[in-house]
């Protein structure tokens, strides 16, 4: 059934894939698509499945994606998103074929402006800011026309190069399209083509204080790069036409705008401007705390570039809005992982158990198997001696029927090494369990026992004297609420109540000492326990494990 549906899914094209088949048919003969984040924020996982579509489109179909800076905003946009995002897509493994910024293009945008000035087709308003948004008019009222529309073109052209040369103030003067101030869609009222902003930009400094807003410039900048398939996601469907009429009036290359429905995560926010707020405000360690939706927290939490490909690939591509499952995210680094991660031992809660029949001061060293689904991981040793810790979950003194770990008198095999047996109970005055005390069986040191004897129960353990301490992160989600605006619409609520006060839990774990080599970000697989990371805060003297994921796989379960 499962290869089946597989072999299915991998004949069946999305729908962008038909889209571009299409074009492909009718004679297209070059795929060429970009991605074009605005440098105000670092890219989280939604970006990452635009990516991987405007990418992986170029990849399929032997064409090429660029990177575009939508850099057309100098007051929120900054270098250091520059830098980050450009790691962040290569860390997923991608490549551009040019690295482009919207600001490359100001002086062609500016002369095509001009174009359309020309054409009687663009004016320069004088009306304020709320002037022009009253005079919009609503879906069943027409808008009022600004006073300013009929503007001759002499008197456009000399305004709009006065706008450019720093004569007017912030918001003293726009450049509008002149199109229908009662056309249905309310983008065609006349959209705003350049405000004034006497602002520095990262790149192109004071040269500018009029910029170009995202309707005109967009299309612009994907025509003056032959955009074969321009990819967004679906609320700009209204823009579409608009970016239609500004190339057809310009009569430049024609690049054309598919949709596609954004990624939505449950407990998770994914608007840069408030994942921004959350840094600013100190709710989280910073952009690449592990609990924030981010490509680089996920990279920080141990998730690899293939897990979050993969996910990419599984939730498809969509035309209606819809929100996944948090677990499907989980599950894919879990599947990952499960491949590639080595085999460690940790104790996260730990009992100490005396080994009361093994002499004091023997030290041996037990081989255990680094990766059972990959055999040229090899092998390593850990240490074994007197005094141990084990999980405090896997004692039990009352235990049900069935409970196949340790319990007193019963038998418990320690991982590649030896059965021991639980003698004696140690408590506290409260009543507290402190230590157990147990036997263990010299000749089972083998897997195998003195007389052929089997156990069913096997569990983890460290060596006291050879363990090192962790701080150990565990993360859950950083909202309550499945949705992070849960309750918000009816008021009295803000998203940020909503957030998971518990999302962060810093405990002290003991590792097996092989794990003060494990490299920072790549994560292991804490036998029993879950998968975790040394994360980017570790140091030889403090080490710091992330958790990455547990074990636990709820999503399959439930969905199987
Ligand atoms: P945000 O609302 O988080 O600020 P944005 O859309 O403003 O996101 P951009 O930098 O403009 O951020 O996005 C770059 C590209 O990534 C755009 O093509 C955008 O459509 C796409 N994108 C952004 N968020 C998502 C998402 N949740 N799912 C899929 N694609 C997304
Ligand atoms: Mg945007």
């Not at 310009?250 to 995560?265: C, G, M, W």
Request: glycine share 6%; proline share 5%; hydrophobic share 35%.
């Amino acid at each position: 059934m499962a290869i089946e549906s597989t072999e299915t899914k991998e004949k069946s094209l999305n729908f962008i894939e038909e889209i571009i088949e299409e074009s492909i048919a009718k004679g297209e003969k070059r795929v060429q698509t970009r991605f074009p984040p605005e440098p105000n924020g670092y890219l989280h996982i939604g970006h990452a499945k635009s990516i991987c579509i405007n990418f992986g489109m170029a990849k399929k179909y032997g064409g090429k994606c660029n990177l575009r800076f939508d850099d057309t905003n100098p007051v929120k946009e900054d270098t250091e998103y520059v830098d980050s995002i450009k790691r962040d897509i290569q860390w997923l493994g991608f490549q551009w074929a040019e690295e482009r910024y919207a600001s490359d293009y100001f002086d062609q945008l500016y002369e095509w402006a001009v174009v359309l000035i020309k054409k009687g087709l663009a004016y320069v308003d004088d009306q304020t800011q709320e002037q022009i948004r009253e005079n919009r008019g609503t879906v069943s009222v027409p808008g009022t026309p600004s006073p300013w529309r009929d503007r001759s073109v002499e008197e456009n052209l000399d305004l709009f190069e006065r706008m450019k040369n720093g004569e007017f103030a912030d918001g003293e003067k726009v450049l509008r399209a002149k199109i229908d101030m009662a056309h249905p869609n309310m983008l065609f009222r006349d959209p705003i083509m350049y405000r004034i902003l006497h602002a520095d930009h990262h790149r192109t400094g004071d040269k500018w204080c009029i910029y170009p807003m995202y309707d005109y410039a967009h299309g612009q900048c994907d025509s003056i790069e032959k955009i074969t398939h321009s990819i967004c996601t679906l609320e700009f469907d209204v823009h579409r036409p608009l970016y239609d009429w500004f190339i057809e009036a310009l009569e430049i290359y024609p690049s054309h705008q598919y949709e596609f429905a954004r990624l939505n995560l449950t407990y998770t926010m994914m608007s840069k401007r408030r994942l921004l707020k959350l840094v600013q405000e100190g709710a989280v360690m910073g952009w690449d705390d592990p609990r924030m939706p981010t490509i680089c927290a996920l990279r920080r939490k141990g998730y690899t570039p293939a897990s979050v490909r993969n996910f990419a690939e599984m939730v498809g591509v969509a035309k209606r809005d819809n929100v996944i499952d948090l677990g499907k995210l989980e599950y894919c680094v879990r599947e990952d992982l499960n491949k590639i991660a080595e085999r460690r031992m940790a104790v996260l809660n730990p009992l100490k158990v005396v080994i009361t029949n093994y002499e004091e001061g023997r030290k041996e060293y037990f081989t255990a198997i680094n990766n059972p689904e990959d055999e040229a991981a090899g092998t390593r040793q850990v240490p074994f001696s007197k005094v141990i810790y084990i999980e405090r979950d896997d004692f039990m003194e009352n235990p049900p029927k069935k409970f196949f770990r340790l319990q007193p008198g019963g038998e418990v095999r320690l991982r590649y090494s030896y059965l021991i047996k639980c003698e004696e109970v140690i408590k506290d005055e409260e009543g507290n369990i402190t230590e157990l005390r147990c036997t263990y069986d010299p000749m089972s040191g083998n897997g195998s026992s003195s007389d052929g004897r089997r156990v069913k129960g096997v569990i983890h353990w460290v060596s006291a004297e050879d363990a090192v301490e962790a701080e150990v992160r565990l993360f859950n989600p950083l909202f309550t609420t499945e949705d992070p605006n849960e309750g918000c619409e009816e008021g009295g609520k803000t998203w940020e109540d909503n957030l998971n006060p518990e999302s962060l839990v810093k405990i002290t774990g003991y590792l097996e000492p092989s794990l003060k080599e494990t490299p920072i970000g790549k994560a292991v697989q804490f036998e029993r326990v879950g998968y975790f990371c040394p994360d980017t805060d570790s140091t030889p003297e403090k080490l710091v494990f992330n958790r990455t994921v547990t074990l636990k796989d709820s999503w399959a379960k439930i969905n199987k």
